[in-house]
């Protein structure tokens, strides 16, 4: 094999292959092994790092494989697959053709560890999903990478139901998608729900209407719930939109049109007047599509890379049954030496890590390892996958139009990044830093006279907002709930102290140049204290409050051996530190809501060990709600339906602990 980089094509696998998970230790331990039970780094030796190679090469044998680059402190700092492990290691010793990050990789190295597979493509397999994991700082890494939304037609109940769905796919249902943007799923099933009239009611609501409810009332549903449509008819109208999402959208369209003018033709303008807006619906769903898809019929994915200043974007279109789906831009982290192709493998094959590929996929650049790479991805889907560069005509034509989106968006991000950049430079220059922050940590809390109190991080850095590494907190100290400074103290606490204990060389990227703290000279204080039994002082600490009357715009800041002071009220800096206070009061406030409504919608029954949702729904109906039921005497508990006297008397005793 020809490469030397690990970003070789990648294949997308979700579990790795049995004979390489018993071969080697768990990537999750390696990626949670304690820091502060490594060793500390030596200094970078090439000519060391060589003779280390040379020594595991002795007894490599010449077989597919993977294999892991280790520092000294147990960091991964590489992952890579072999056709031909012995060969492929052999290249790192020959260190004058190697490009300048990986002779920087070679120096570091200072011990290695191997995975035998059957196939080549089972190394490519646990390749992707060793990086994944273990997100080396060597290796083409996509951060981003969340499940994409779909829409689910359930096929679990007599009357199945039109949701939108996100994750495992435990359900007996179909799925459509994937969607770029839930808006974009939102607009889809609320224009299905006009052409088709189907349910998007949970089955638990649907069980106990006893009348239609809104949708009924507004044509988007038939209301099966309480018997105005028949099976029969209802499975017609599922029917329909099951063959819509699957590409037969011209044929409904066709069936719909006939039908309005059939009752047209009858003087039933009410029922063609009815078929008229289901028509209506379903153009607006293709109105959506922004793009002429005459060149993909059936299920693809177009994926375009655009590369420039060491930056690249990879824009991902998702067409499903012909139809536009919408799209996204990605940015995955790699060397700037890196070439396009390399850094696109790599990106497809931890992309469809976690996701079945359709079975067309479109590319912008001819692949290194093509077919070795669709292999992997249709062990991955289940089906075969066609990975493919179209060199002309309408696919071609779809890849280019992708191709300006990435050119587009990468232009887009280069301005904003600098632009962000400027913003940290006078963050710096304000607050008297030496250098621009790379790492800003925001904190804020959120309760409701000390019910439901959580403590909230965000972070941002160079690019914007880090949302992957956002952290709540979830008051545990007793009297902490509803201080102020008592919850900053243990949030604090907590954050730093494991940080102190799992990355106390600094050397994972955890650790924030500037800390920013939602209040003024009470708060800035605890934090300071803090970081003292810590023995931190070397993060910059600032606190920044609302003026008098809470206005924005009139910020005061607080620092150590620094009077309180204002920037000026249009300062650009000023407006960037506003929005970081902003997005941590956001995130704290949304997950202080989001824990209140989990605590309101529990009942005191759920504590109960033993007591089923059957068992549950029956009290809850006899009794009328969770209080009532905590009321009631043993006699009355022993009348439920599915309550016999054992579980009456356990119920009774849970309430009623002293008799």
């Given amino acids: 094999m020809s490469e030397t980089h690990s970003s070789d094509p990648l294949a997308p696998v979700a579990t790795e292959p049995a004979d390489a998970a018993d071969a080697m230790p768990s990537a999750d331990a390696a990626a949670g092994e304690s820091a502060a039970a490594r060793p500390k780094r030596r200094p970078a030796d090439i000519t060391r790092g060589v003779e280390i190679i040379r020594e595991h090469l002795k007894t490599l044998p010449q077989t597919p494989g993977v294999y892991r680059m280790l520092a000294g402190d147990g960091a991964v700092l590489y992952v890579g697959k072999a056709r031909n492990l012995k060969r492929r290691v052999t290249n790192y010793t020959q260190v004058a053709k190697l490009p300048v990050r990986l002779q920087r990789m070679v120096a570091e190295t200072e011990t290695m560890e191997f995975v035998n597979t ?181 299920d693809a994915d177009v994926i375009a890379a655009y590369a ?58 001819a692949l290194p390892e093509l077919d070795l790479l669709s292999e992997a991805m249709a062990v991955r889907a289940g089906h075969k996958v066609e990975l493919a560069e179209p060199k002309r005509g309408e696919k071609r034509r779809i890849v280019e139009h992708a191709l300006t989106n990435a050119r587009e968006a990468h232009g887009r991000r280069l301005a904003e990044s600098s632009s962000q950049a400027r913003l940290l430079e006078g963050v710096a220059a304000a607050f008297g830093m030496d250098a621009p922050p790379e790492r800003v940590e925001v904190y804020d809390n959120s309760h409701i006279q000390g019910a439901h109190a959580i403590g909230a991080m965000i972070v941002a850095g160079p690019d914007g907002f880090i949302k992957n590494a956002y952290r709540k907190f979830n008051i545990r100290e007793q009297g902490a709930a509803g201080d102020d400074f008592a919850m900053m103290r243990e949030v604090l606490t907590r954050r730093f102290g494991r940080a102190v204990k799992e990355d106390p060389e600094r050397s994972q990227g955890s650790w924030p140049d500037l800390v920013l703290i939602d209040g003024g000279l009470g708060q800035l204080n605890v934090a300071l204290e803090v970081f003292a039994e810590l023995g931190i002082d070397d993060v910059t600490l600032v606190g920044i409050a609302k003026g008098p009357d809470r206005d924005a715009g009139r910020e005061h800041f607080f620092m150590e051996n620094r009077p309180p002071f204002q920037m000026e009220p249009r300062d650009p800096v000023l407006y960037f530190l506003q929005r970081l206070r902003d997005e941590a009061h956001r995130f704290a406030i949304g997950t202080h809501r989001a824990k209140r409504t989990k605590a309101i919608g529990k009942s005191p029954i759920d504590e109960i060990a033993g007591i089923g949702p059957a068992r549950k729904k029956a009290l809850l109906h006899h009794f009328g709600s969770g209080a009532a039921v905590a009321r009631a005497g043993l006699a009355d508990l022993e009348e439920v339906e599915g309550i016999n006297r054992a579980v009456a008397k356990k119920i009774y005793d849970h309430f009623h602990p002293d008799g």
């Fill in 118 to 298: 059957h196939t080549e493509v089972e190394a490519l397999l646990l390749e992707s999903n060793l990086i994944k994991k273990l997100m080396p700082r060597y290796n083409v890494l996509l951060r981003d990478d969340k499940t994409f939304p779909h829409i689910m037609i359930t096929r679990d109940h007599d009357y199945p139901q039109l949701t939108k769905h996100r994750g495992a796919r435990g359900r007996d249902a179909d799925y459509f998608g994937p969607f770029a943007s839930a808006g974009a799923v939102n607009r889809t099933i609320t224009a299905l729900q006009r052409a088709f009239l189907l349910r998007n009611c949970a089955d638990t609501v649907f069980a106990s209407r006893t009348r239609p409810c809104l949708q009924y009332q507004i044509k988007r549903c038939t209301a099966p719930c309480v018997g105005r449509v028949t099976p029969a008819e209802y499975q017609a109208q599922v029917n329909q939109a099951r063959a819509f999402l699957s590409g037969k959208s011209r044929d409904i369209q066709t069936e719909f049109a006939d039908r309005m003018m059939a009752a047209s033709d009858a003087m039933d303008f009410e029922t063609a007047a009815r078929y008229r807006d289901r028509i209506r619906a379903l153009t607006a769903i293709q109105a959506h599509q922004d793009i002429n898809v005459e060149g993909v019929v059936e």
């Fill in 308 to 365: 420039e200043g060491g930056v690249t974007c990879i824009q991902v279109f998702f067409f499903r049954g012909g139809r536009n789906y919408g799209n996204r831009a990605y940015f995955p982290s790699h060397d700037k030496a890196a070439e396009t192709e390399e850094v696109l493998a790599a990106f497809i094959a931890q992309f469809y890590e976690n996701k079945a590929a359709p079975p067309l996929v479109l590319v912008s650049h």
